[in-house]
């Protein structure tokens, strides 16, 4: 799973990534500081199903702390996108395709109203405006790559096929096409569409193959606020979070240096250690009374996107139904993220190929119930696969 974070220059995305990865990346107060992009991880946080089944787990393929399951997500942070991108400007089509391979995107606007959509200094900027400039060069990026190979398509009969084809390096597949194509009432036999089908297509797809939530940064600069209910109401309040990438990271400084004890998502903070500077005092003062009110909610962005936009569920594997333990004794050792609606055969196909060969059922550990390979999982499921495959 792969989560682009994209925006326009200047708007803080760098600032972003290095809070929720603590990867120490170029961070400067100009456009294009990132040009090659940044890799990281970052984790997305559910309630762990230890505490439910009273027992202690003892995470393997992910973290757990404090009863807090933590799944890590890889993030890419990439060079600021500026309007005619896909024509070349800015950094251009390195930019874009450098998202090809994203599951979802983060799209940052900067909600102070500090920086135009170019990235450049100035006071009072429409924060809707980086949302519709980056939402357009997407769509403008996507079109390209179907009109620079329309003449390859329309020689196909099977044009969703042909598309695939073309697409499938973007994360798009088949079934995305399909239903773009179909919705749209778009000819799909030897395709060779107007440009504003073209454009019609690829506005929807963009959508269904690069959802997308929006951080609403910078949200602790004064005023900020009514940006923020700008955006929602354009936008989707559900699809806009508002947050501050500077505090969190300031906070995940500090916790770093012992000055405080702070997790992540947490609406407060413990103090460590008072002899500090006034300033430094009056900074962590300010940071603690802002994380009561409003939080940085970055940690809101990340799960958002995975269980949100991505509709994750969180599902257990045991071999024990019940000791919920693996082979070796460890008790709900490992976490596996797997799309909602998934069946009890796609889960075991995530664990290993051949025991969803070999599968001949699953059982639920919290039940002792057998369970169909159709049987649709469910978010925090315990679950065993009985298989033939040794």
């Known amino acids: 799973m792969l989560i682009g974070i994209v925006g326009a220059p200047n708007k803080g995305k760098s600032t972003i990534f290095s809070a929720l990865t603590m990867n120490d990346v170029p961070i400067a107060d100009y456009p294009f500081t990132t040009i090659k992009p940044n890799l990281g991880v970052a984790y997305a946080t559910k309630k762990c199903v230890h505490e439910e089944l009273k027992t202690k787990c003892k995470a393997r393929n992910s973290l757990c702390a404090d009863g807090i399951r933590m799944f890590p997500v890889n993030l890419t942070d990439v ?3 500026v309007e005619g991108a896909h024509e070349g400007k800015g950094m251009g089509n390195q930019f874009l395709n450098d998202l090809a391979s994203a599951d979802a995107l983060i799209l940052v606007a900067d909600v102070s109203g500090r920086t135009d959509p170019s990235g450049n200094k100035t006071t009072g900027a429409d924060p809707a405006e980086d949302v519709r400039m980056v939402e357009k060069e997407l769509v403008e990026w996507l079109a390209g790559v179907v009109r620079g190979n329309i003449s390859k398509i329309s020689r196909r009969p099977d044009g969703i096929d042909a ?13 995305d096409i399909k239903t773009v194509v179909e919705a749209n009432g778009l000819p799909s036999s030897k395709i060779s569409w107007t440009d504003k089908q073209v454009m019609e297509f690829s506005i929807v797809l963009i959508k269904r193959s690069k959802p997308t939530l929006i951080a609403a940064n910078k949200s602790d600069v004064p005023g900020s606020e009514a940006n923020v209910e700008k955006l929602r109401k354009e936008f989707g309040e559900g699809n806009v979070i508002p947050c501050s990438g500077a505090m969190e990271l300031a906070l995940r400084k500090a916790a770093k240096q012992k000055l405080i004890d702070y997790i992540s998502g ?6 460590l250690h008072e002899g500090e500077s006034k300033e430094r005092q009056e900074a962590l003062k300010y940071m603690q009374n802002f994380l009561k009110t409003r939080g940085t909610n970055l940690q809101e962005l990340i799960n958002g996107a995975v269980f949100g936009l991505l509709d994750n569920i969180a599902v257990y594997p045991v071999e024990d139904e019940n000791k919920y333990t693996d082979s070796f004794g460890n008790v709900l050792p490992d976490a596996i993220l797997i799309k909602r609606g998934s069946t009890a055969l796609q889960f075991a196909e995530k664990i290993h190929t051949d025991l969803a060969k070999g599968m001949l059922y699953a059982v639920d550990a919290r039940t002792k119930r057998r369970l169909s390979k159709d049987y649709i999982l469910q978010d925090n499921d315990v679950i065993k696969i009985v298989s033939a495959a040794k």
């Open 163 to 175: 598309l695939y084809e073309v697409l499938a390096g973007l994360k798009v597949t088949k079934d």
């Open 266 to 271: 947490s609406r407060e903070f413990k103090w």
């Open 79 to 81: 060079a600021g996108l």
